[in-house]
């Protein structure tokens, strides 16, 4: 079960092989890969996904979704939902999109199925690095780094997936930017509690599961932020005080580039873009996620 990820395991030395998975010539160091607890799939992975109308859903308004807006196509993942599954293995059009979401995290992205021209759907290999998930391309079983959206072992390793931009918010603020919305359903084939979650208390907790290789205690552990990358530069946007601030548009900049953020309040959607206009992609997640993956980033204050 899900609920297995919570035990602590140790440090796996300089092994070369876990979870089936050759961890050599790993572009991460291998004894920062840990065993979560379930073995590889046993956190299984929606690769038939099924869709009911928001009005269908079990799933009240106030629930958390990853919204993934694409190809013309809106679709709300429940994150009461994700918890249980980690990967949804999609479709848009005849496009594959891959849904993916860390528990431990708080991180939801989602990734076009094609690689170097070639299709592929991904599974959850039961390993973990800076308590995120390594995801595992089914095509040539090579680990990825969800977070770092490039894969760190085996034939794949260096190259990076193509990221297509998520949301999380409510489903009843979803459903307002997007009327139209499909729902995940959670009549997916397993047999799961989709509205209890395996981590009760974790994301009010300052403490982690697993160890992480940068901390940085200028926040709550678990605290929101909006991270966002442009040229190789990283910044945090504590999302309390997004919400705090008058104004509904934050001229700010990250490195030498202007960013512009702009937001409803009443639908919890953040848009950010470059100065010419071209939209950014971010992920919402916890801060000391984003902090163990980017140790040199910047955090914007209202103060």
Not at 247 to 259: A, C, F, M, P, S
Request: glycine residues 8%; hydrophobic residues 35%.
């Amino acid at each position: 079960m899900v609920v297995a990820i919570c035990f602590i395991l140790s440090f796996n030395g300089h092994a070369q092989s876990l979870n089936g998975f050759d961890l050599k010539g790993s572009l991460i160091p291998k004894s920062q890969i840990l065993r979560g607890g379930p073995p590889r799939d046993g956190i299984p992975s929606i690769d038939s996904p099924a869709f009911v109308s928001s009005e269908k859903s079990d799933f009240s308004d106030e629930a958390q979704v990853l919204g993934v807006h694409f190809n013309g196509i809106a679709k709300a993942y429940p994150i009461g939902i994700l918890n249980w599954h980690e990967i949804v293995n999609d479709k848009f059009e005849e496009e594959l999109v891959s849904v993916t979401y860390c528990p431990l995290c708080g991180s939801g992205m989602a990734y076009s199925g094609e690689i170097d021209g070639k299709r592929t759907t991904f599974g959850v290999s039961g390993l973990l690095f800076n308590s995120d998930v390594l995801l595992y391309d089914r095509r040539t079983n090579s680990l990825w780094s969800q977070i770092l959206n490039k894969a760190v072992t085996g034939e794949m390793k260096g190259t990076t997936l193509t990221r297509i931009n998520t949301q999380r918010t409510s489903l009843g603020a979803w459903k307002k930017l997007h009327p139209q919305t499909q729902v995940l359903s959670a009549n997916t084939g397993f047999q799961r509690d989709y509205q209890r979650t395996p981590y009760a208390g974790y994301d009010q907790s300052n403490s982690l599961y697993f160890p992480v290789a940068n901390k940085n205690d200028v926040l709550h552990a678990k605290e929101w932020v909006l991270g966002v990358e442009v040229d190789g530069k990283f910044k945090a946007y504590p999302i309390k005080e997004l919400v705090g601030l008058r104004e509904r548009r934050l001229e700010d900049t990250i490195g030498n580039q202007k960013i512009i953020l702009t937001w409803d309040q009443t639908v919890e959607n953040v848009e950010i873009r470059d100065a010419s206009g071209n939209e950014l992609i971010s992920i919402q997640l916890f801060w000391f996620a984003w902090y163990a993956f980017h140790p040199d980033s910047e955090v914007w204050s209202l103060y």
